[in-house]
């Protein structure tokens, strides 16, 4: 790649104080910390504040070169916390202004993306534009302000840092999902106030209706009265989970996902009426890229059977949209192979469907459908085992995948790839049928190992 242009690169450091910024686009080159970083942030959020105005509540400085003494490369990043209701074509061109580039919607992984660039293809700043107090942007400061004040977090990190940028200096796609696990491990285990567990180890519920971005403002309440309408007094509560009610949903891209918990057990014109509602909801919705409706009993949620299954789920991942709330009365409930068993005790039966469907199927919609959520399923059930050995926890797909390749190296890829498939608007069937052979059998029969493993350890400690 070409070098640097002096006189560009000189520019640009004038301007931001004399700060050494600046790394070719898909290097990786660790520096230690720089004393002008944070003086580079201030001056690009200050431009920031006054372009997006209302339309943002907070600009912040994350990533590694926020944090005080750690190797970091050389490329600040920002996070800009939107207000609720702020436009995203209201948004892009107000940044877009300032000389940044749009780069795409990453969705859970980092929400809307611009970066800085001089010269071209030589990265200055990486912005992240997200729902402000949304999880996305919990987590960006719960990681910083975790490796800001405990030394030992900080040190570990940097360690992972350097070895990864030893391994991959050529391949920034693979150093960044290598620091997966290690971020996951970090926020799971009591990062200050915004992590995934809280002090005493237990799963912080991640949905609310206030996370609904604006593009799918209405969905709540309008899958609320599509189930009463469609089940009547038989429908005892509703629950929206998924990206939607965590506020990185992707236009588009993602579906949404609803529970209707019935009051008596549910008949095949039940499913019938789900049916209903599920092509009610993309059709008034567009931007919708599907929607699923699962549907349970109140004996069934109230089953002991379902303590580590349904209760979970519901209580720790789903918000109710209408009727009497359950969650109240519902457990918490630490990470551990009873979760990781009781969320999965489906997954033989309905990964083997996966195979027969598209070993046969011609329907390209069916295709569609079954191989995205066989290559969802299959990084669930993957870090489920990560869960069962080690007590973490993540919900974002791509996190699950780079915890499962730090434990296990020589599943990364496979994760990579299913994660990446579980994210296409159409995933590829074929490659889907190779790792459903491949990395599924072995989730597949890892769960059931961790699984017994965890009981036969219980057993002996009674």
């Not at 949903?249 to 009051?263: E, M, N």
């Amino acid at each position: 790649m070409a070098a640097v242009e002096p006189a560009a690169h000189t520019a640009w450091m004038n301007r931001l104080g004399g700060a050494v910024l600046g790394l070719p686009y898909g290097q990786v080159r660790l520096v230690d910390s720089d004393p002008g970083w944070p003086h580079a942030f201030e001056v690009l959020a200050a431009e920031l504040r006054g372009a997006l105005g209302e339309l943002a509540v907070a600009v912040e400085h994350v990533g590694s070169t926020a944090v005080p003494g750690l190797v970091a490369k050389p490329i600040l990043d920002l996070a800009v916390g939107l207000a609720p209701g702020a436009r995203t074509d209201r948004v892009r061109p107000a940044i877009e202004q300032l000389g940044y580039v749009f780069r795409g919607d990453k969705g859970d992984t980092g929400g809307l993306l611009f970066v800085l660039e001089d010269p071209p293809a030589h990265r200055i700043a990486h912005l992240h534009v997200v729902p402000h107090g949304g999880q996305r942007w919990q987590r960006y400061l719960a990681f910083r302000d975790r490796l800001r004040i405990d030394p030992d977090a900080r040190a570990a990190y940097a360690g992972v840092k350097r070895r990864l940028g030893e391994q991959f200096a050529g391949d920034r796609q693979a150093y960044t999902a290598g620091k997966g696990a290690f971020v996951v491990d970090v926020l799971s285990r009591g990062g200050p106030q915004m992590g995934q567990l809280d002090p005493e180890g237990y799963i912080r519920p991640e949905a609310d209706v206030a996370n609904v971005q604006p593009e799918y403002q209405g969905l709540p309440d309008a899958a609320a009265a599509l189930l009463v309408e469609a089940f009547g007094p038989r429908l005892h509560s509703a629950y929206l989970y998924g990206s939607v009610v965590r506020g990185n949903a992707v236009p588009g891209r993602s579906d949404v996902d609803v529970v209707a918990v019935l009051r008596p057990a549910p008949t095949d014109e039940d499913r019938v009426r789900a049916d209903r509602v599920e092509r009610a909801l993309v059709e008034r919705f567009p931007v919708l890229s599907s929607a699923g409706i699962g549907i349970t009993h109140l004996e069934e949620v109230r089953s002991p059977a379902q303590r580590y299954g349904l209760q979970v789920f519901l209580r720790e991942l789903a918000v109710c949209i209408g009727g009497e709330d359950l969650r109240p009365g519902l457990p918490r409930t630490r990470p551990s192979a009873a979760v990781a068993a009781g969320f999965h005790a489906d997954t033989h039966a309905v990964l083997a469907r996966a195979r027969q469907t598209l070993a046969s199927s011609t329907d390209p919609d069916v295709i569609r459908r079954v191989s995205r959520m066989a290559s969802k399923r299959m990084v669930q059930v993957a870090f489920a085992v990560v869960m069962a050995r080690e007590g973490v926890w993540a919900t974002v797909l791509e996190e699950q995948a780079a915890a499962v390749g730090a434990v296990f190296p020589q599943w990364a890829e496979a994760a990579r790839r299913a994660a990446e498939q579980g994210r296409r608007p159409v995933a590829d069937p074929g490659v889907v049928r190779e790792l459903l052979d491949s990395f599924g059998r072995w989730a597949e029969d890892a769960l059931d190992e961790a699984v017994s493993d965890a009981s036969s350890s219980d057993g002996r400690a009674r």
